[in-house]
């Protein structure tokens, strides 16, 4: 069975600290591993990419992935108000099917 | 570069009305989905179209039936809409294992 699993939350960091996303998956096949941002009312967008194991960085975004024990993390750097939506995790399992999404965290960031 | 453009953005039916939902991208990409979400489910996928000419189901394709009517295009058809059909409803495109790309979405009412 294809799952990605996700805390729904609600995740409530104060603003400036750290907001660490997790995500695990179930096939150590997986190759592609994505973040979405989802402000309420609106569509996904795209926040973060990684293939290979280890830490990418993206301005205040880290994404982290650990392909042995099936996780992928997204850490939120000096967290603002604005980064206050609910965060998808999406695998790409093998084979040509489409991305499993995780069903999301909800992170709330208070001023 | 509008990239998944979706029509309409609201529509309210009645009990079994049928209705069109048009989703089109302009980024070349062979892959297409529609997705729904309701609260507290996440992004659930109906149908998805791994290229031109093919469809196949998702995990909650009942009620529904899709048409790739061309690369750019691929529609969502509720031919007797059930109440149980109200949801917001995405349309996404991709390249491969490329992540995926979301239109604004269609928020649906069946009364």
């Known amino acids: 069975q294809k799952e990605v699993e996700q805390n729904s939350g609600p995740l409530s960091v104060p603003e400036g600290a750290i907001a660490s996303l997790n995500c695990t998956y179930s096939?150590?096949?997986?190759?592609?591993f994505f973040w979405y941002r989802q402000y309420s009312g609106k569509s996904p967008e795209l926040i973060m990419s990684?293939?290979?194991?280890g830490d990418k960085e993206d301005g205040r975004f880290t994404a982290q992935l650990n392909k042995a024990s099936q996780y992928v993390s997204l850490l939120i750097r000096d967290s603002q108000p604005s980064d206050s939506a609910t965060y998808l995790c999406?695998?790409?399992?093998?084979?040509?099917?489409?991305?499993?999404f995780g069903k999301g965290t909800r992170l709330s960031v208070i001023a | 570069n509008a990239g998944v453009t979706q029509t309409p953005k609201f529509q309210v039916l009645k009990t079994g009305q049928s209705m069109t939902l048009q989703c089109a991208q302009d980024?070349?990409?062979?892959?297409m989905y529609w997705y729904r979400q309701d609260p507290g489910m996440g992004l659930r996928l109906i149908y998805y179209?791994?290229?031109?000419?093919?469809?196949d189901k998702g995990e909650v394709p009942n009620g529904y039936n899709v048409s790739r009517l061309n690369k750019r295009e691929f529609s969502l058809r509720l031919e007797s809409a059930a109440p149980s059909q109200t949801s917001v409803y995405f349309c996404?495109?991709?390249?491969?294992?490329?992540?995926?790309?979301f239109g604004d979405g269609t928020r649906l009412s069946i009364l």
């Open positions: 999406a695998v790409n399992y093998p084979g040509n099917t489409p991305l499993v």
């Open positions: 996404a495109s991709s390249d491969g294992s490329q992540p995926q790309h």
């Open positions: 179209s791994a290229s031109e000419g093919t469809t």
């Open positions: 990684i293939y290979s194991n």
């Open positions: 096939d150590r096949g997986s190759q592609s």
């Open positions: 980024m070349n990409h062979n892959s």
